[in-house]
């Protein structure tokens, strides 16, 4: 028997706005609310909520035999509540199905795991409530920002109370056929491990409207063959859910594809779709899996690279912090919360000085006029975060 367990990564990050030097001390408004809002009610209409409907109606069609799972961090709540409360709403028809496991990550998608355990742990515990007071649903599976995994996080979220925990299934740390097994986390009782195939997820995430690719055009039918015949029980397909008519447009056809991909994966009749907790439980580890330093899914390098990459980015978060003790010690509830939104990792990413291929990515998402300008910024936004807390 096969087993596939999809999983959708849903995030959105407060975009600063150009802060001027010129405001450091007089202006504490550090997020261009207006494109905040113009780009969730834009992926809300072009993804977020005709993806949910799709979704909704597959699942109810195939009788929870099409199962997903889905990762929506904090601050992308946040901005649904604000902007578009009808994704919600959606996200709340889609738990009813019956068919959907909500994963636990960061809130504010940071890098805290990598920079302070107390931190860290007090973000998945602001998530963890959040996810409880709107869908009345409490995680088992943790998804940290951007897979970011090492065996010091397998030590921290054991500590949580999680069961399992997904990660990059990059070839040198598991082996080619690695992301088709299931893992027993080093240093844990029996924390597993799901690793991502990232062969068949970036079919559909990156090369899928390529006409380039020699396997243009991918129709649900090709690529359910390809999951038949991949070696081992298990195929883990994660991908961002902006995918779904954002990162490639509804005219490319994916939403046919996806349309069409519940059946045609289930009509291999030993082929099943689980969620990650039900994969979990099916399956006994099959072997340990030592991962001493940090991966993620992230760039070529599958490293931290991507936000940590050059001394700009170091810079900007070692500053950030070196304030996180006075600034939980404040009280001062709007100045923790302009600060841990100031944390998430989209703003280093931004910074990145990569080339080729990898730069593309970097740039395609980056709202700022370049790296250097992103760090300018921040640096600008954090003297007047210290300032602040200087007279707080």
Same mark, same amino acid.
């Given at each position: 028997?096969?087993?596939?367990?999809?999983?959708?990564?849903?995030?959105?990050?407060?975009?600063?706005?150009?802060?001027?030097?010129?405001?450091?001390?007089?202006?504490?408004?550090?997020?261009?609310?207006?494109?905040?809002?113009?780009? #969730?009610?834009?992926?809300?209409?072009?993804?977020?909520?005709?993806?949910?409907?799709?979704?909704?109606?597959?699942?109810?069609?195939?009788?929870?035999?099409?199962?997903?799972?889905?990762?929506?961090?904090?601050?992308?709540?946040?901005?649904?509540?604000?902007?578009?409360?009808?994704?919600?709403?959606?996200?709340?028809?889609?738990?009813?199905?019956?068919?959907?496991?909500?994963?636990?990550?960061?809130?504010?998608?940071?890098?805290?795991?990598?920079?302070?355990?107390?931190?860290?742990?007090?973000?998945?515990? #602001?998530?963890?409530?959040?996810?409880?007071?709107?869908?009345?649903?409490?995680?088992?599976?943790?998804?940290?920002?951007?897979?970011?995994?090492?065996?010091?996080?397998?030590?921290?979220?054991?500590?949580?109370?999680?069961?399992?925990?997904?990660?990059?299934?990059?070839?040198?740390?598991?082996?080619?056929?690695?992301?088709?097994?299931?893992?027993?986390?080093?240093?844990?009782?029996?924390?597993?491990?799901?690793?991502?195939?990232?062969?068949?997820?970036?079919?559909?995430?990156?090369?899928?409207?390529?006409?380039?690719?020699?396997?243009?055009?991918?129709?649900?039918?090709?690529?359910?063959?390809?999951?038949?015949?991949?070696?081992?029980?298990?195929?883990?397909?994660?991908?961002?859910?902006?995918?779904?008519?954002?990162?490639?447009?509804?005219?490319?056809?994916?939403?046919?594809?996806?349309?069409?991909?519940?059946?045609?994966?289930?009509?291999?009749?030993?082929?099943?779709?689980?969620?990650?907790?039900?994969?979990?439980?099916?399956?006994?580890?099959?072997?340990?899996?030592?991962?001493?330093?940090?991966?993620?899914?992230?760039?070529?390098?599958?490293?931290?690279?991507?936000?940590?990459?050059?001394?700009?980015?170091?810079?900007?978060?070692?500053?950030?912090?070196?304030?996180?003790?006075?600034?939980?010690?404040?009280?001062?509830?709007?100045?923790?919360?302009?600060?841990?939104?100031?944390?998430?990792?989209?703003?280093?990413?931004?910074?990145?000085?990569k080339y080729a291929a990898d730069a593309e990515v970097h740039k395609y998402f980056n709202p700022h006029h370049g790296p250097h300008f992103a760090y300018i910024v921040m640096m600008r936004i954090l003297s007047d975060l210290e300032e602040r807390l200087n007279h707080s």
């Open positions: 028997m096969k087993t596939v367990c999809f999983y959708f990564q849903v995030h959105q990050p407060f975009r600063m706005r150009n802060y001027h030097i010129l405001d450091i001390g007089k202006s504490h408004n550090y997020f261009d609310d207006k494109q905040n809002r113009e780009i #969730i009610r834009k992926v809300a209409e072009k993804c977020y909520l005709p993806t949910n409907r799709l979704i909704a109606k597959l699942i109810r069609k195939h009788r929870r035999k099409f199962r997903v799972s889905y990762s929506v961090t904090g601050v992308a709540l946040e901005q649904m509540e604000k902007y578009a409360p009808e994704v919600i709403d959606s996200f709340r028809d889609l738990i009813s199905t019956g068919g959907v496991e909500m994963l636990s990550e960061t809130y504010y998608h940071s890098l805290s795991a990598v920079y302070s355990e107390d931190e860290f742990k007090r973000q998945v515990n #602001i998530h963890r409530d959040k996810l409880k007071q709107l869908f009345g649903v409490v995680p088992v599976t943790f998804r940290n920002t951007e897979l970011i995994y090492s065996d010091h996080l397998a030590w921290l979220i054991q500590q949580m109370g999680f069961q399992t925990v997904m990660a990059e299934g990059v070839d040198w740390l598991a082996g080619e056929n690695g992301a088709g097994k299931i893992w027993r986390a080093r240093g844990t009782d029996n924390l597993k491990i799901l690793l991502r195939n990232y062969r068949l997820s970036d079919d559909i995430g990156f090369r899928f409207s390529n006409p380039g690719w020699s396997e243009h055009p991918l129709f649900a039918d090709k690529w359910a063959s390809w999951v038949n015949a991949a070696p081992g029980p298990l195929h883990n397909i994660f991908i961002d859910y902006e995918t779904f008519g954002e990162h490639q447009w509804a005219s490319t056809g994916i939403f046919e594809f996806l349309n069409y991909l519940p059946e045609a994966l289930l009509a291999y009749k030993d082929l099943e779709i689980l969620t990650p907790s039900q994969v979990s439980k099916k399956y006994p580890a099959q072997d340990e899996l030592a991962c001493p330093n940090w991966i993620s899914w992230a760039d070529t390098e599958r490293d931290l690279s991507a936000w940590l990459g050059n001394s700009m980015q170091r810079d900007a978060m070692d500053k950030l912090y070196k304030m996180e003790q006075r600034i939980v010690q404040s009280g001062n509830f709007e100045l923790i919360a302009d600060w841990r939104k100031l944390s998430t990792s989209d703003h280093y990413y931004y910074m990145s000085t």
